[in-house]
C-alpha cells in the first residue's frame, strides 16, 4: 500500500487535530498500520517471534511521542519528546534489516525508505524546537510568550512602574512636605512626607 492510497483510508476525525498538519506524524502512523502485518509475518516464524514484538513496539513509539511532544508547550521540552521518536525510528530501522530473511529485501528497503525520511525530518525539527522562544497554545492554535516575557503580565503587574515613577517624581518634588497625590500600589499605607514616600517606594518595589 502506498502511501497516497493509505492516506485516503485515515479517518477524518484524525485529519482535524493540527497534529496531522505534520508530515513526520503522518509518516509515522503510516508506517504504524504497515508494521501490524509485516510483525504478523515475524511472529509466525519461531526465529524471529521475539524480533516481531520488538519491531512492532518500537514503530508504535515513533507516533506516540511525536503526539506527546506536539502536546507540550516547545522548547527543551517538546525537543526531547522527538528525540525519544528519533531514537525510536532508529531501533525501528535496525529491527527491519534484522527482519529481512522472513520480510524481504523489497519490503524492507520500502520501510527503511519511509524511515529514513522520518528521521531527516526530525534532524531538522530538533534543533528548532530547541530555540524556540515563543510558544504555540496547542488547543487554540494562539501563539502565546513565555514565562517571564513582559506580554505575558497582566495590565496591572504592567501598570507597576509607571505608578512608582509617579511616586519618585512626587518625593523628590515634594520634599520636606507633606504628599498631596495619594498613589495606591498593591494597597499600600498612603504616605504622610517625602521620608516616608521613600520608604514606601524601597517596600514597594
Sequence with gaps: MTYDEWEATVSARYKVDRLWRMRVYRLACYLS???????????????????????????????????????????????????????????SR?????????????????RTDTLEEIIRLLLAIIPRERVR???????????????????????????????LQVLTAHCALQVGTQCAMQVRMRSPPIAQSSSQCCVLLRTTV
Excluded at 522548547?75 to 526531547?80: I, M
Excluded at 535496525?94 to 520500502?110: F, I, K, N
Design 33 to 91: 498500520d504497515l508494521s501490524w502485518p509485516d510483525s504478523q509475518r515475524l511472529a509466525a516464524e519461531p526465529i524471529t517471534r521475539e524480533i516481531a514484538t520488538q519491531l512492532y513496539t518500537a514503530v508504535g513509539s515513533i507516533a506516540s511521542n511525536l503526539s506527546e511532544g506536539y502536546s507540550r508547550s516547545g522548547g527543551r521540552d517538546r525537543a526531547r519528546a522527538f528525540e525519544f521518536a528519533l531514537g525510536s525510528t532508529r531501533e
Design 94 to 110: 535496525e529491527w527491519y534489516r534484522h527482519s529481512t530473511p522472513v520480510l524481504g529485501l523489497a519490503c524492507v528497503d520500502a
Design 133 to 163: 522562544k515563543i510558544t504555540r497554545d496547542t488547543a487554540s492554535g494562539r501563539r502565546r510568550p513565555p514565562d517571564g516575557d513582559p506580554a505575558s503580565r497582566s495590565s496591572a503587574q504592567r501598570a507597576v512602574p509607571s505608578a
